[in-house]
């Protein structure tokens, strides 16, 4: 049994679900239901009620049910538990407004309890795009390291202040110098701590991934992940300065920093052939997927963090054996899980799992399954 996990949500009006109030094993949860019918939508109201934004590029207009009483806001209130201790969120979200609580206390801060959302659907973006494996990297290590993520807010203002002083300044030679060096300062230090905070999770993430890629989708080969940056490893507060120093000629003729950590990059790699070069349609995809489980298990053994794991439609990218790895791995985690499919054997086999329990979305309608149900609706 976890030590995280989500009793119980209630929401209305959020995306095609019209009313929902649900109670939660504390183990795996399956939703079932043809494509189309809110599946994912669920899914996505659990990770709303964690962080109070979606996994989905959404509007707060595109999450509020259209309806003919023109209620033009949402509702999610949420119970959970962490390490013995109950407590609730709760938020209705208009237009333009956003009320939240804490237990039923008005708050801005919601309590802490992580969640990973595994989409197979965005593995093509995942290695068509570096920004975006750039920024799953800075979201894996901000999600439990706050110092981390406040260092790269920080990065990214100095940045964008010092690109706007490329691209406008037209004041006296010794103004622009003096300005730059204050911005490549602090440049250099929030880089000097983020270079050394990624390559430290790369490093301890590696062993985990390469045995989920073995474990899970049986590939009985190394995959790797490298961070690839366009400093050493060991670079000094000093070697950053003038790095953005020695570019600055160049910048100011582009109006831009062309060079430096907002370009770097997070690569896959299988027996040291990069992924989006060499492996298979198939392979890439298991190896962005063991990626997003071997942070499951990252968490779990380096950080003492529990997620509560919601898994979007999976089985169609997995074969028998995959999915009957996946299946033990899931039972053998301690650990509360949310999957949907619309596959019928995957659900079957879900439904052995002891403990777990189902929910069959139809038309934005949820209905919990008792378990003679489960069998006859399979």
Known sequence: MSDTYLENIYLKNFRNLKEVNLDFSKNVNLITGNNANGKTNLLEAIYYSIYKKSFRKSTKDNLIFSNLDKEKYFILKSNFYKNGDEFNHSMKIEEDSKLVYVNNQKNKRFKEVKSISINPYDCHNFYANKKIRRELLDNFISDFDSAYKKSLANFSKALRS?????????????????????????????????????????????????????????????????????????????????????????????????????????????????????????????????????????????????????????????????????????????????????????????????????????????????????????
């Open 162 to 378: 010092r690109n706007v002083l490329l691209a406008k300044f037209f004041g006296p030679e010794d103004h622009f110098q003096n300005q730059i060096k204050v911005y490549d300062k602090i440049i250099s230090e929030n880089v000097y701590y983020l270079l050394h905070k990624r390559f430290e999770f790369i490093e301890k993430l590696n062993p985990i991934l390469c045995k989920t890629f073995k474990n899970i989708f049986r590939e009985p080969l190394e995959l790797k992940a490298h961070y690839e940056s366009c400093f050493d490893k060991n670079s000094s507060k000093e070697d950053i300065f003038n790095f953005y120093q020695s570019g600055l000629s160049k910048d100011r003729i582009l109006k831009t920093t062309k060079r430096g950590l907002h370009l770097d990059d997070l690569n896959l790699s299988i027996n040291n052939n990069y992924c989006h070069e060499y492996a298979s349609i198939g392979q890439q995809k298991v190896s962005f997927l063991s990626i997003l489980f071997a942070y499951v298990g990252y968490l779990e053994t380096t950080q003492k963090i529990t997620p509560i794991l919601l898994i979007d439609d999976i089985s169609g990218e997995l074969d028998s054996l995959c999915l009957d790895n996946l299946l033990k791995y899931l039972e053998n985690k301690q650990i509360q899980v949310f999957i949907t499919t619309a596959n019928l054997e995957f659900a079957s086999r879900i439904n052995s799992i002891f403990g777990s329990k189902h929910y069959l979305v139809e038309q934005g309608l949820v209905t919990e399954l008792e378990y003679e149900s489960r069998r006859s609706s399979l």
